[in-house]
C-alpha cells in the first residue's frame, strides 16, 4: 500500500517523478519521505494537513507551506521549490505565501481521479488525455490518512507507464 510499491516500481523502470508531500505524513512516515529523496525523485510541497486553502487567511496558508518546508527539509535534507494547492485551490494570500518561500506553484494537464475509480478508468483518463510535455496528477496517500488503499493507483500506473514510456534499448 502507498508510496513502498510505487517506488519500487519506478525504480524498476528507471522512471523519476514528482512527489508532493504533506508535513502530517511525512511526520508520520519520515523514512518513507527520506526514501522518495533518496530515490532521485523531487519532492514539493503539498501543505501539512491537506486543507482546502478558500477563505482561509494569508496567516493559515503561510503556516502550512511554511511549516511544511522545514519539515521536508528536516526528514530529508531536501528544500522544496514547488507547491502544490491541495485540490489545485488556489486563494487570496497564497501568490505571496509562494513568493516568500520562493516556491513555483504546479498543477496538472490531467488528474487521474485515482482516490475514486478503479485502475482502468484511471489510465483510461490519463491516457486520453497525456500531451508531451504535460504534468499527470496521481496519488500515493489519500489527503493524510494513515494507511490509504493506492492499489488502483499502483495498477493505473503500471498501465500508464507501459502505454507512454518509449521502449527501452533491447540491450539494457
Not at 522512471?15 to 519532492?43: D, P
Not at 497564497?94 to 481521479?113: H, M
Not at 496521481?138 to 494507511?147: C, K, M, N, Q
Request: charged share 20%; net charge positive; with cysteine.
Amino acid at each position: 500500500k502507498g508510496t513502498m510499491p510505487l517506488l519500487e516500481y519506478l525504480a524498476k523502470e528507471g522512471i523519476r517523478a514528482t512527489f508532493f508531500q504533506c508535513g502530517m505524513n511525512i511526520l508520520r512516515h519520515a523514512s518513507i519521505a527520506g526514501q522518495v529523496a533518496a530515490a532521485g525523485h523531487e519532492i514539493g510541497n503539498h501543505t501539512f494537513s491537506h486543507p482546502r486553502l478558500p477563505f482561509k487567511s494569508r496567516e493559515f496558508i503561510e503556516h502550512e507551506f511554511t511549516e511544511t518546508q522545514k519539515i521536508i527539509a528536516g526528514e530529508t535534507g531536501v528544500t522544496p521549490m514547488l507547491l502544490r494547492p491541495p485540490y489545485g485551490l488556489r486563494w487570496v494570500g497564497l501568490q505571496a505565501v509562494q513568493e516568500k518561500l520562493a516556491l513555483l506553484g504546479v498543477l496538472w494537464t490531467v488528474i487521474g481521479n485515482d482516490w475514486k475509480w478503479p485502475a482502468p478508468r484511471i489510465a483510461s483518463r490519463v491516457l486520453g488525455h497525456a500531451s508531451p510535455g504535460g504534468i499527470i496528477c496521481l496519488h500515493d496517500g489519500r489527503a493524510v490518512e494513515p494507511t490509504p488503499d493506492t492499489s488502483q493507483t499502483l495498477a493505473a500506473v503500471r498501465h500508464i507507464v507501459r502505454h507512454l514510456v518509449p521502449e527501452r534499448d533491447a540491450g539494457t
